[in-house]
């Protein structure tokens, strides 16, 4: 059986959309290299061309 890696011993990433750190996980194993968001909303969000905490254009009131 495999040993057990404490949380802050495994690899991290900054999310491209939101830019916080995220770390690795079980299910990203083989494809780590290609992560770039930490959420599905992170990566919808990017497609769509939103994004969290861009100022506004000043166009109300």
Known sequence: MAR??????LPTKICAQC???????KKWERVWD?????????RSEAKSGAR???PDDGARG
Do not use: H, I, L, Q
């Not at 290609?34 to 992170?42: A, F, L, P, Q």
């Open 19 to 25: 830019g916080k750190p995220f770390a690795w996980r």
């Open 4 to 9: 057990m890696r404490k949380k802050g011993d």
């Open 34 to 42: 290609e992560v770039r968001y930490c959420s599905d909303r992170c």
């Open 52 to 54: 969290r905490g861009a």
